[in-house]
């Protein structure tokens, strides 16, 4: 399975090891788009794919949902249950390994990846995948960040190429989503873009032309946000989908 992911299992733990265990900055795009589309609950039990260190999941939890979830990194089975659980959250399972080799014979009133199905050449079977876990009547949702929108892949292609390899372009297409959802049997909710214009980079080394360019790209982003409001395939900083089992 190795030839299809864009990341390794070594990649994935060597990026975890100075994490801290906090809840996503307030009014960050994904977390507004969890509560927008996803309804609270007292009994509901929700997992999220590629879940260290926690961030979103904890919107969940904000929601009502018992929480679990599956990544690479050892201590997803460990501190992220144990931080989950002194934040007051409800939590179930969670499992250190790989997804592909993940059999879980439960199934969750919410399923849910952010940044996850782009980092593999067969993003279609992480999507069945993903929507094997949905109980009948749960949601499934996904998300990834919009490099292939026009504006979005010319800023990563300059100033973020490194990090922009690891991401599998194709994969960032809501619509094609929505269409293997559909014929599995979901109603898609919402699929697009949104998140408004947005630009973040690697820690790619640049050289001083660059560096200075970057320099004023990240301080026009809060001015241009502020004037460009709606959303769009070309600018806007993620894809997402929501999708209902039927």
Partial sequence: MEDVKLTTKEYRQSNSESVIFKRQEAGHGIDIFIQRHIPPTTAGTAIEIGSFPGSHLSTFGDL???????????DNAVGLPKWLKHEG?????????????FNCERQFDVVSSFGFIEHFLNYEEVIGRHAGLVKKGGYLLITTPNFRGSVQHFLHKHFDKENLALHNVESMQPDKWAEQLKQSGFEILYNGYFG?????????????????LLWVIHRLVPRIRKMIKSDSSALSAYCGIVARKL
């Fill in 89 to 101: 959250f409800k939590t179930g399972d969670f499992w250190d390994g790989d997804f592909f080799e």
């Fill in 64 to 74: 009502g949902y018992e929480l679990n979830g599956i990544d690479f990194c050892p």
């Fill in 196 to 212: 408004g214009f947005w630009f973040w980079a690697g820690a790619e080394k640049h050289p001083f032309f660059k560096r200075k």
